[in-house]
């Protein structure tokens, strides 16, 4: 039991004692702390605030901000070389212009008495995204592409009633944590190399709820094998999810093409700022399955008659199914955070078009594959799959004294952002379409002098 002393707050009405003692009462639990018992105790904060004084004025604190603002640095994309899931890509001028409409910047959820407008834009970022994909149906985005990896497999689990899930390769380990602490209590993780004799035997027993792989993974990648752990989990029943890099489906074949049941991921590649690490949206693609559709936590949008005939318009599809028809009895608890970015999604890739997506898919390849040749040619440095073909991310090994850490402290004070550390040995870097040649080479000369 806590020892604090509760504290009536005017504006708060279940912070009154007797209020707070009901609300635990019903729920079956003794003290608020339960609730966040699952938070590690190194994350929690168990002392005040350190809040500075209350400024005086508007004055005073718009000068304060400004200070506070005045210490980001903006690095110019020639000389970042970070990515693992946030990356640099060209935005185009349209998209910003779109997305700052007051329509759609200020619109909640687009419900119609707000705005007819954007349930329009978001069904065109759905089929957008379902031709990108190959697939038939796409959501509503839900917050960032963990969530859409974590959901679709819990949409697995919930249409095979099966428990254990088969994860392959190399994750991101903060994507990972997600899956692992949304699926906690309901699924069992089954991490696997990336070796079709590895997915094969962790399906032997038959239980498997879905194969989670990667078009391309933690480390760039590409997996060649893919099509194999595909065929594999519809042999033995479980549904296949695969993650992928959606500016990276401009060359290389999408998964639905290939045999996925859900493909997810982040859409953030596609028109997104970075926004200092932030800037992401999940997205979930599957055929039109009713067994799959029926288990969407999120909205849908579809065509829809009018009262006048021959007249359509837009709306929810399946509404019954989500969680703002169902509150809390709802499969999952989804928002509206990520809608907007749905829409700048939607108008890049109405820009780019086929012909622009190659195109960008394939310069991002050869700058990848420049970017590995031209730093293997330096002393001190080696690819560890050198014969891989690897999109936008890749690790290199040091073999040198010097830690990936040192090297990436010795590179920003250089002002080059990058070798970000993967091992005590092991520097990962990521090259965009934004990278030029004199990019690399810059990066590879610094790495030269730094390394030896």
């Known amino acids: ?94 998209v ?90 309901v699924h069992e993780l089954v991490p696997v190399p990336a070796d079709p004799a590895a997915v094969r035997a962790a399906l032997a027993e038959g239980d498997a709820a879905a194969v989670y792989a990667q078009l391309t993974d933690h480390c760039g990648r590409v997996d060649q094998e893919l099509p194999q752990y595909i065929e594999l989990a519809h042999r033995s029943g479980a549904l296949a999810v695969v993650h992928v890099n959606p500016i990276s489906l401009g060359v290389l074949t999408p998964p639905a093409e290939l045999g996925a049941d859900l493909t997810c991921g982040d859409l953030q590649p596609l028109g997104i700022h970075p926004s200092f690490g932030g800037g992401n949206a999940g997205f979930i693609g599957s055929p039109d399955d009713e067994r799959l559709v029926s288990e969407y936590p999120s909205r849908l949008f579809g065509l829809a008659p009018t009262d006048v005939p021959g007249e359509y318009g837009f709306g929810d599809v399946a509404y019954e199914r989500t969680s703002f028809a169902l509150r809390e009895e709802g499969k999952e608890w ?19 078009g086929p012909h622009g997506m190659r195109e960008i898919g394939g310069t991002i390849l050869a700058n990848t594959a420049y970017a590995r040749q031209r730093l293997d040619r330096v002393p001190g440095v080696e690819l560890p799959d050198p014969e891989a073909v690897h999109f936008a991310d890749f690790t290199v090994r040091y073999t040198g004294e010097r830690t990936a850490a040192e090297i990436a402290e010795a590179l920003l004070a250089l002002g080059l952002h990058g070798g970000t550390p993967a091992g005590t040995h092991e520097g990962r870097y990521c090259v965009t379409e934004l990278h030029t040649r004199a990019d690399i080479d810059r990066l590879a000369d610094a790495l030269e002098e730094i390394v030896k």
């Open 1 to 94: 039991m806590s020892t604090r002393v509760p504290r009536t707050h005017p504006y708060i009405p279940n912070s009154a004692p007797e209020v707070r003692r009901a609300m635990l009462a019903a729920v079956g639990a003794q003290d608020v702390e339960e609730f966040y018992a699952d938070i590690p105790a190194a994350l929690r904060l168990d002392r005040p605030l350190r809040l500075p004084e209350p400024l005086g004025s508007e004055a005073r604190l718009v000068a304060h901000m400004e200070e506070l603002l005045s210490r980001n640095t903006v690095v110019p994309p020639g000389r970042s070389f970070l990515g693992a899931g946030c990356y640099r890509h060209h935005v185009p001028a349209v």
């Open 96 to 185: 910003d212009e779109i997305v700052n409409r007051s329509e759609f910047l200020t619109a909640y959820a687009g419900e119609p008495y707000e705005d007819h407008g954007r349930f329009q834009a978001l069904w065109e970022y759905q089929s957008l995204m379902a031709e990108l994909l190959a697939v038939e149906v796409v959501n509503v985005p839900t917050y960032d592409g963990f969530q859409a990896a974590a959901t679709a497999l819990r949409m697995a689990g919930r249409a095979t009633g099966r428990r254990r899930l088969v994860l392959v390769g190399a994750i991101d380990p903060d994507r990972l944590s997600r899956i692992r602490d949304y699926v906690r209590g």
């Open 334 to 352: 989804v928002g509206t955070a990520a809608a907007l970015h749905g829409i700048a999604a939607g108008v890049y890739l109405a820009l780019m």
